[in-house]
């Protein structure tokens, strides 16, 4: 069989028959509710729509993003879960739509070494590609292994070239086209079309003198490499992404990516990637770490959760006295611990070790990036309840993506999602899997982020632990999301109220907000 991307059309879910599902078609990025799913809005607590035009790009830095991320030391003595039961208010009527797939592997946070992914028989990557297809953007990708006189690079250039341009597995290709809805198109310098499998791709080896004084920096690696390579007829400048993967070097365990902008066409990124191993027949590359920081490359700032306590020192959602954990977030690529568990214990166990493969974005990202369409994110107006159907893997029935509302207390854009087990590569949540001793709530629960305004760096997300008596470290946010029954409460003053009142068969949620 001849492996194909056909492109995806608006409004149907992006259903991939290899690694994951990734949902909602359309172009465009409009913030407008749909007609099926707005309660009567009661005293607005939101502005306008935010514009999602993008700023200017700032200069040109390198963001390590591929190392494990630094935990804050917990708070003592957790506090009681917010998360407090409480009735629930009969749900607006909704369709009875199909049962979700069945669940599978769930993420974890502990950095280990990755795994190598089980082969899968399953057919080529393909999207539904009935009515009009969504534009695409092709971005075109250069690999280059670096070996020195003393280092000799250990990987080879048809391990590069899978991990870059497969089709037919878990790679840098196919998450981007899967989490784009078929609009963003990794490729070579000859702009090979989403519906053809890339036979090799732009990899190619070049040899550079032994890097002096700090060789833990991109430019000790990325600027020699690029010489040489121009050398071979592949100049950097003719690519929107360059990625360098270095030897093993001792006390270099990161990766970085040069910052675009949100809305720019970003060419001439870098990322240079410092493998971990001199034995890659038993670790092969990260995709979650290549993911990551292209993900800087397109302007993306890092997934982040916030660590708070209240007046008393003790564990809480969200309060005046937060911390931040830079890449904490556990259900997102732009977390260094946005990973998915690997495949085998039953649930109820602990999962771990990691394979390593990310989660897809969060809403606000696969937002400002364009990536969803018109009417896939709501802007709340005011009191009521609001329909909420999966982020991805999900049917289009009426109800939005994500929930977008004004915090009234922080001056950061509430951003609600829910997840379900998606299955593949990518997405597959486990129900009830444990990490360290943490059961994961995120199938079925509410995601409740704050973004700040604005791409790039400053552009985080901050993922809030709405059960913060489980301490942790990271896996602490593995129960991050609420569950059906639970209210969680901003403390600060003129705060607001969440609770999922119901769970649809399809996993959209009834949230109330008041």
């Known amino acids: 069989m001849t492996p194909s991307i056909p492109t995806a059309a608006p409004g149907l879910a992006l259903c991939a028959l290899l690694v994951l599902t990734a949902c909602g078609g359309g172009t465009g990025a409009t913030d407008s509710p749909p007609a099926a799913a707005t309660p009567t809005p009661v005293s607005p607590v939101v502005p306008d729509p935010v514009s999602t035009a993008a700023s200017e790009a700032a200069p040109e830095t390198d963001i390590d993003g591929g190392g494990p991320a630094t935990s804050p030391e917990p708070p003592p003595t957790p506090a009681s879960d917010p998360a407090s039961p409480a009735p629930s208010p009969s749900p607006p009527p909704a369709p009875a739509p199909a049962q979700p797939p069945a669940p599978s592997p769930a993420s974890d946070t502990e950095a280990t070494p990755p795994l190598t992914p089980s082969p899968s028989p399953s057919p080529p990557l393909e999207l539904p590609s009935t009515g009009e297809p969504p534009a695409v953007v092709d971005r075109t990708v250069l690999g280059i292994l670096v070996s020195t006189p ?27 086209w899967l989490q784009s809805g078929g609009r963003l198109n990794v490729t070579t310098r000859d702009l090979v079309p989403a519906d053809t499998p890339i036979a090799a791709g732009d990899v190619i080896e070049v040899t550079i003198p032994d890097p002096t004084g700090t060789e833990c920096t991109g430019d000790a690696w990325g600027k020699a490499a690029r010489v040489e390579a121009a050398k071979l007829g592949f100049d950097q400048g003719g690519y929107d992404t360059t990625i360098y993967i270095s030897p093993k070097v001792s006390g270099c365990s990161n990766a970085v990516g040069t910052v675009g902008t949100v809305g720019k066409v970003n060419r001439s990124r870098r990322v240079v990637y410092f493998d971990k191993t001199d034995s890659p027949a038993t670790s092969p590359l990260t995709l979650r770490t290549l993911v990551h920081e292209m993900g800087h490359n397109l302007g993306l700032g890092h997934a982040r959760t916030l660590t708070c306590v209240d007046a008393a020192g003790q564990r809480a959602a969200l309060s005046t006295s937060c911390t931040e954990d830079v890449q904490g977030d556990p259900t997102d690529g732009m977390g260094s611990t946005g990973r998915v568990s690997n495949p085998g214990p039953a649930p109820g166990d602990d999962h771990s070790p990691m394979d390593p493969n990310p989660r897809l974005f969060a809403a606000s990202r696969v937002h400002d990036l364009g990536w969803m369409a018109a009417g896939e994110v709501q802007v709340v107006t005011g009191p009521g309840q609001y329909r909420l159907r999966p982020l991805y893997c999900s049917t289009p029935n009426g109800a939005p993506r994500a929930l977008r509302l004004a915090s009234t207390t922080t001056g950061r854009d509430y951003w609600l999602e829910t997840r379900i087990a998606c299955g593949g590569a990518f997405d597959n949540f486990i129900v009830g899997s444990i990490h360290h001793g943490v059961t994961d709530t995120t199938v079925n629960g509410l995601l409740i982020r704050q973004g700040d305004a604005g791409p790039g760096p400053s552009g985080s997300t901050f993922l809030l632990d709405l059960h913060p008596g489980t301490t942790n470290g990271s896996s602490g946010f593995v129960d ?22 119901d769970v649809e068969a399809d996993g959209t949620l009834v949230v109330r907000i008041w």
């Open 480 to 501: 991050a999301a609420l569950s059906r029954g639970e209210v969680f409460t901003d403390p600060l003053p003129g705060g607001l109220r969440f609770e999922i009142t």
């Open 150 to 176: 003393t280092r000799r690079n250990q990987r080879s250039v048809a391990e590069l070239q899978a991990a870059l341009f497969s089709s037919r597995g878990p790679s840098l290709r196919t998450f981007y």
